[in-house]
Every structure is written in structure tokens, then in C-alpha cells.
């Protein structure tokens, strides 16, 4: 009789443990299982049960706040047979999990849960409705990231308002499938950020970056061999690999930037517009290779838009090897050095200041931009601004700061002078490197203040705005301006070709089609020549006249008369500067000084001279042998001659007395390569020092 009542009253339940694995977030698994029971048993120690059998089907779920717990609901069917009758228990139980995970090796899951809920049992024509509660252990391979297999074991206790009425232990073989996991992906986070492109920076995207990915694993283990790419079909001609890895490990996070090498078309972009571009990761997981795609829409900027988190990004506008821009540069450039003044201050002040003349011809003027004015774009760096390259500047002959700016250094560059943005509060604005010395600028110009002197370096500040008032105008201007913000530290002082370096200039020949029509020369000499002349009488005319009222108080002061003809020498006017030369050597008598005699040589050479100017210097070397303006003279003008004898030995004199000069010339040597030959028959040699001793 107790054995019935025990059927009636005791409904157990047998569940198998959860073999799921993270390889997604969801899995299900079924699982086949042998129950042993361990209680109750009968007053002598008989059990109540057999050994029994059954089966379960789970689905758990990975917790995505904490990826090592899981919680599960598990469908169970068990038989438990009473010993010695042919009677037995049929269970169906269902209820809730939750357990720890964790992963000795990649492919191997070790499990640890508890469970409980309820179970309805069948048995001798009676039903009841009971809790239970349990615990379980599992291990499980995966053979797949879609397919596991494995065991485990159970411990189970039901309950009934008997008491307990079974307790048993399960083991349990199953496999498990991984939702979400087919074709052997990983569970693996990719989120990728894009910035807008800027067609201009195209090549800069291939070693720098234009968004960011981050990438996280959340699988049971470490991804091989992983590598990232980005691809945009209308404007790449392939997939551009940005990132490889050799693995990324379980539960690991990397932010990577995203690069992209875009092809020279997206440079026609003339209005922003919006693309489809694509993401692809590939690795190797559990031995198979998997490429995960990401679609993603990409937006690109118009072809002259760029944002001021930068000031050095500028530079890639100033575009100065286009064939139009070196057209209209160097032709200025020629005129400037054969239809003017040939000797006035140097070379690079003449074009420098020819080429900011003829803008003024050409029509060029400042306007405002009313929609991103530098000013405002300085405020909020990822606002964007609009920039003309230059040879849009010569069309619309109009443009704001940085339009000019960029116009203006692009011309200099392209006749080979080194040009400089120049950023203040506000305002951007430019300047060039004059090329001489700054012992020598400074004893040129009356006003040493107006120039801008770094690392041995003579630079001229030139506020591009002024273009209608002229060159003059415009040098004194930019000077007070550096003059005043450098003396707050808010100057900054950006060389173009050193910004080149990180942020190259594109070809802009096609921004363009109509052909820009260059100022005719005439009107370009003459714009030049009548800012020349009144320049000179800014800077030179009060240091003469100075000079002369000093003269005519001492009038046989030797000193005085060298010093006037160096200024005159100075600013081109070559007969002036000779007849004060050879006035100081008639009142020198037999012992002229070695500056006067080194002064006349460099006249000499400057017209044309060079038999007479290889005399002077001599004489001059004869007083002070170790003469470094003497042996530089003595070089040029004799390379002039073609005696590359006395050139050589000029050089090797020069390299003892001043090593600076030696190498500037060392082309004219006869040692020199065939490429110095081109070199040394295409350079200036001009005069650009004089002694005033």
C-alpha cells in the first residue's frame, strides 16, 4: 500500500543541465539524459526508484551587462521506474535558470547553475503539482561558433507536501545551436564612427584618419588573424586594409582608426552629397575564416570646404605647381628681373613685391565671406568654411583673408619663394622669407622692426587685404600686426612647406573652365615700377639724405661715403653707389680700405664687369686675405670668366673664413655633379651683402 501512496504522492523531476554557449546571445539545446536516484528509500534501505531516463530542451540567454551569467528556461520530459514494479513516474517540469560561465581554453565551456521551478507528474492514474529545486555542472566543445556537444550532472530534489519525494542525480549528453551564430561568425560588436570627407585632404585619408571602429569579442574565444577594411565604390578602386591584428582576444575592446585611399575623382565633388560605403572585418574563428560586413553611409564635403581644427590644413589649397599658377607666376617673376630695377634689395624682394602689384592690376580685391568669415570659423572649429584655390581667386578676382592668403603664397611658391601663413585672433594673413641674412636685412631697411627674424632666417610680414593701397602699405601693416600679437604670444607663425609635410596641395587644374587671361606686361612694369619708386622713397630717401648732410660737415669722411654707396648699392642704383665708392678711394689716396675696394668689385660684377670686379677683389684679398666678401666675389665673378682654377681655390679659401657662404656655391666648383652644373647655371647669383666697414 505505501508503495502506491508513494506514486501518488511523489511527482519528481529530473532536468538536464543548460550546454548552451555564448557564441551568440540566445542557444537552445537538447539533451538526452540517465537518471539515478538517491532517496527516498524504503525503512530498510531499498530505494524507491530505478534507474530512470528523459530529456530536456533549454533556451538561455547571455546577460549583456555581465556576459559571465546566464539565465535559462528548460522544458523537461522524465521516467522514473518503482523498483521491483512494473510501474513507474512520468514527469514533466519546467522552470528557470541562472549560472556562471567561464572558458579555460577557446573551445572548451565549463557551466555552473541553479535551478528550480515546477513539475507535474503522472503515475497509478493520479497527477500532481509540486515545486522542485536543483543544481547542475556541465562541460561543452564547441565544433562550431553554430553547434556544441557535451555532458554534465544534476542534482535534483522535488517536493511535495509529503516532504521530499525524489532526489536523483542526471547525466546527461547533448548538443546545443547557437542562434544567430551560423556560417561560423563570432559574436563580435562592430561600430564604426565616419567624420565628413574633404575631397581636398583625399590622399591624406590613406595614413590618416577619417572615423574611427571600435570592435569588441564578446565569443567564448580569441579571434585569429583578424584584419579591417573600408570601401567606398564610386570613389575607391579597392577595399583599403586599415587595420590588421594577430588576434583580438575573449571580452577584448579596440578603438582603430578608419583610413581610406580614395581615388582622384572625388575631387569633381562640387556640392556635399552622401555615399554607401562598407566596413568589412574578416578572422578566423574556431577554424573558419568569416568576413562580417557593416554597411555604412558615408558623407562627402564640396571639393573647397574644410574646417579650422587645423590651420596648417590650409596649406593644401595653395596648389602653386598648377600649370596656371606657375604660368602667371613666373612670367611676372621674368618681367620683374629683366624690365626693372635688376639689383634693388635682392631678387625675392623684387618678385615679391611685382607679384603683389599685378593682383592689384589683375582686379583682385577683399571681400568679406558673409557666410563662414575666418573670424567666425576661428570660433567654432568644426564649423565649415569655404577656400578658393588660387585660380579660383584670379577668376572671381575677390576673397577674404584666407582666399588671399592662399592666392598669394601659391604665386611666390611657384616662382620658388618660401612663404608662411600667418595666424592671429581673428585673422590670417602671410609672409615670405626674404632670403638673406639677418645681419644683412637689418642694415638694408630702415625699420629692422618690419621684419620677422627665426633661426637665422629674414622673413616680411605682408597683410594680403591691403592689395588696393600696394606693397609698401601692405609690409608696414602686416608688421604692426605681428609686431603687436607676437608680443602677446597669440602670433602663430606656420611655414607652408613644412605644413606640406602632413597636408599635401592636390592639382586643381580642372576647378576651372574658362582660361583666366594673365595682365598685359606693360601695365603689370608699370604698377611695379611706380610701387618700387615709392618705396624707396618711404625707405631710402631720408636715410640719404641723413647720410649727405653728415657729408657735407665732414667731407672727406671715407666711412661716410662707403656707407652711402652701400645704401644706394642696396636699393639698385648702381652709378650712385659707384661714384661714392670711387670718391671714398680718391680720398683713401694709396690705401683704400678692403670694404670700399670689396664694394667696387661687387658693382663691377653686378654690371656685367667681372674682369674688373675679379681685380678689385684681389686687391681687397691682398689687404685681408681672409676677406669672406672678397673670396665670394672672387668666386662668382670668376666662374663668370669660366677660370675654374681660381674658383676652386676661392671655395677652399671661403670654407675657412665663412663655411655657410662655401656651401651656398659650392655648385660652381669643377668637382660638381652634372646636376650642380644645371643647378649653378640656373641660380641668381646676385650680390646680397656689403661692406660697410
Known amino acids: 500500500m505505501w508503495r502506491k501512496l508513494l506514486l501518488v504522492a511523489c511527482i519528481a523531476a529530473a532536468g538536464g543541465p543548460c550546454f548552451a554557449q555564448v557564441t551568440s546571445d540566445f542557444s537552445v539545446s537538447i539533451d538526452p539524459s540517465l537518471n539515478i536516484p538517491v532517496g527516498p528509500t524504503l525503512p530498510d534501505g531499498t530505494p524507491y526508484y530505478s534507474l530512470g531516463g528523459g530529456g530536456s530542451i533549454r533556451g538561455e540567454y547571455v546577460l549583456p551587462f555581465a556576459r559571465f551569467l546566464y539565465a535559462g528556461l528548460g522544458l523537461d520530459f522524465d521516467y522514473a521506474p518503482l523498483n521491483s514494479s512494473q510501474q513507474g513516474l512520468t514527469l514533466l517540469s519546467v522552470g528557470p535558470q541562472i549560472g556562471v560561465t567561464l572558458f579555460p581554453i577557446p573551445r572548451l565551456q565549463l557551466k555552473l547553475a541553479a535551478c528550480g521551478g515546477m513539475y507535474l507528474g503522472f503515475g497509478a492514474g493520479t497527477m500532481s503539482y509540486?515545486?522542485?529545486?536543483?543544481?547542475?555542472?556541465?562541460?561543452?566543445?564547441?565544433?562550431?561558433?553554430?553547434?556544441?556537444?557535451?555532458?554534465?550532472?544534476?542534482?535534483?530534489?522535488?517536493?511535495?507536501?509529503?516532504?521530499?519525494?525524489?532526489?536523483?542525480?542526471?547525466?546527461?549528453?547533448?548538443?546545443?545551436?547557437?542562434?544567430?551564430?551560423?556560417?561560423?561568425?563570432?559574436?563580435?560588436?562592430?561600430?564604426?564612427?565616419?567624420?565628413?570627407?574633404?575631397?581636398?585632404?583625399?590622399?591624406?585619408?590613406?595614413?590618416?584618419?577619417?572615423?574611427?571602429?571600435?570592435?569588441?569579442?564578446?565569443?567564448?574565444?580569441?579571434?585569429?588573424?583578424?584584419?579591417?577594411?573600408?570601401?567606398?565604390?564610386?570613389?575607391?578602386?579597392?577595399?583599403?586594409?586599415?587595420?590588421?591584428?594577430?588576434?583580438?582576444?575573449?571580452?577584448?575592446?579596440?578603438?582603430?582608426?578608419?583610413?581610406?585611399?580614395?581615388?582622384?575623382?572625388?575631387?569633381?565633388?562640387?556640392?556635399?552629397?552622401?555615399?554607401?560605403?562598407?566596413?568589412?572585418?574578416?578572422?578566423?574563428?574556431?577554424?573558419?575564416?568569416?568576413?562580417?560586413?557593416?554597411?555604412?553611409?558615408?558623407?562627402?564635403?564640396?571639393?573647397?570646404?574644410?574646417?579650422?581644427?587645423?590651420?596648417?590644413?590650409?596649406?593644401?589649397?595653395?596648389?602653386?605647381?598648377?600649370?596656371?599658377?606657375?604660368?602667371?607666376?613666373?612670367?611676372?617673376?621674368?618681367?620683374?628681373?629683366?624690365?626693372?630695377?635688376?639689383?634693388?634689395?635682392?631678387?625675392?624682394?623684387?618678385?615679391?613685391?611685382?607679384?603683389?602689384?599685378?593682383?592689384?592690376?589683375?582686379?583682385?580685391?577683399?571681400?568679406?565671406?558673409?557666410?563662414?568669415?575666418y573670424g567666425a570659423a576661428l570660433g567654432n572649429t568644426q564649423a565649415i568654411d569655404f577656400l578658393q584655390f588660387p585660380m579660383q581667386t584670379l577668376a572671381y578676382r575677390a576673397g577674404d583673408c584666407d582666399d588671399l592668403s592662399i592666392l598669394y603664397c601659391a604665386l611666390l611658391e611657384a616662382a620658388g619663394i618660401r612663404t608662411a601663413f600667418i595666424t592671429v585672433p581673428g585673422h590670417i594673413y602671410m609672409a615670405f622669407d626674404l632670403g638673406m641674412r639677418p645681419e644683412d636685412s637689418r642694415a638694408t631697411f630702415t625699420n629692422p622692426q618690419s621684419l620677422i627674424i627665426r633661426e637665422d632666417e629674414t622673413w616680411i610680414p605682408v597683410e594680403i587685404t591691403l592689395i588696393r593701397k600696394g606693397f609698401t602699405e601692405a609690409w608696414r601693416s602686416g608688421a604692426v600686426d605681428w609686431q603687436t600679437n607676437s608680443a602677446k604670444g597669440s602670433a602663430s607663425f606656420l611655414v607652408l612647406r613644412e605644413a606640406w609635410r602632413e597636408y599635401r596641395p592636390v592639382s586643381a587644374s580642372r576647378v576651372l573652365k574658362d582660361e583666366v587671361r594673365l595682365p598685359d606686361s606693360e601695365s603689370a612694369i608699370k604698377a611695379y615700377q611706380s610701387e618700387m619708386n615709392r618705396f624707396l622713397g618711404v625707405d631710402l630717401k631720408p636715410r640719404v639724405n641723413d647720410l649727405l648732410a653728415a657729408l657735407r660737415s665732414d667731407r672727406s669722411n671715407v666711412k661716410l661715403m662707403n656707407k652711402l654707396g652701400v645704401l644706394y648699392a642696396r636699393y639698385g642704383m648702381l652709378t650712385d653707389a659707384r661714384i661714392e665708392f670711387e670718391a671714398a678711394v680718391r680720398a683713401a689716396g694709396k690705401s683704400p680700405s678692403t670694404a670700399v675696394l670689396v664694394n667696387l668689385g661687387n658693382i663691377s660684377y653686378l654690371n656685367g664687369s667681372f674682369a674688373d670686379a675679379v681685380s678689385f677683389y684681389n686687391q681687397a684679398l691682398e689687404k685681408a686675405p681672409g676677406a669672406a666678401s672678397a673670396l665670394r666675389g672672387l668666386a662668382l665673378a670668376s666662374y663668370e670668366l669660366g677660370d675654374t682654377k681660381q674658383v676652386d681655390s676661392a671655395l677652399d679659401r671661403l670654407k675657412g673664413a665663412d663655411p655657410e657662404s662655401a656651401s651656398q656655391l659650392a655648385s660652381l666648383g669643377s668637382g660638381k655633379t652634372e646636376e650642380g652644373k644645371a643647378r649653378a647655371a640656373s641660380e641668381d647669383k646676385e650680390v646680397t651683402s656689403w661692406s660697410e666697414e
Do not use: C
Open 130 to 373: 509540486n515545486p522542485f529545486a536543483g543544481g547542475l555542472v556541465s562541460i561543452q566543445y564547441l565544433l562550431n561558433p553554430s553547434i556544441s556537444i557535451g555532458g554534465g550532472a544534476s542534482f535534483k530534489n522535488a517536493f511535495s507536501r509529503y516532504g521530499t519525494v525524489y532526489q536523483g542525480v542526471g547525466i546527461q549528453l547533448g548538443a546545443s545551436y547557437h542562434v544567430g551564430a551560423g556560417g561560423g561568425k563570432a559574436n563580435l560588436h562592430i561600430e564604426p564612427t565616419l567624420s565628413p570627407v574633404f575631397p581636398l585632404f583625399y590622399s591624406y585619408y590613406d595614413d590618416h584618419p577619417v572615423g574611427t571602429m571600435l570592435l569588441k569579442n564578446t565569443s567564448p574565444g580569441a579571434l585569429q588573424e583578424v584584419s579591417a577594411s573600408f570601401f567606398v565604390k564610386e570613389y575607391m578602386e579597392q577595399p583599403k586594409v586599415f587595420w590588421r591584428a594577430p588576434a583580438l582576444d575573449r571580452d577584448q575592446s579596440v578603438t582603430v582608426p578608419v583610413q581610406a585611399l580614395f581615388e582622384r575623382s572625388i575631387f569633381d565633388v562640387t556640392a556635399e552629397t552622401k555615399v554607401a560605403g562598407e566596413i568589412a572585418v574578416t578572422y578566423k574563428y574556431l577554424g573558419s575564416e568569416v568576413t562580417e560586413r557593416k554597411p555604412v553611409t558615408v558623407t562627402i564635403n564640396n571639393r573647397n570646404a574644410m574646417t579650422w581644427d587645423d590651420d596648417r590644413k590650409a596649406a593644401a589649397f595653395v596648389t602653386s605647381t598648377d600649370p596656371d599658377v606657375m604660368l602667371f607666376a613666373k612670367r611676372i617673376a621674368s618681367d620683374a628681373g629683366s624690365r626693372s630695377n635688376p639689383a634693388a634689395v635682392n631678387a625675392t624682394f623684387r618678385i615679391a613685391m611685382a607679384l603683389f602689384q599685378v593682383l592689384g592690376v589683375h582686379g583682385v580685391g577683399y571681400v568679406t565671406d558673409p557666410a563662414t568669415p
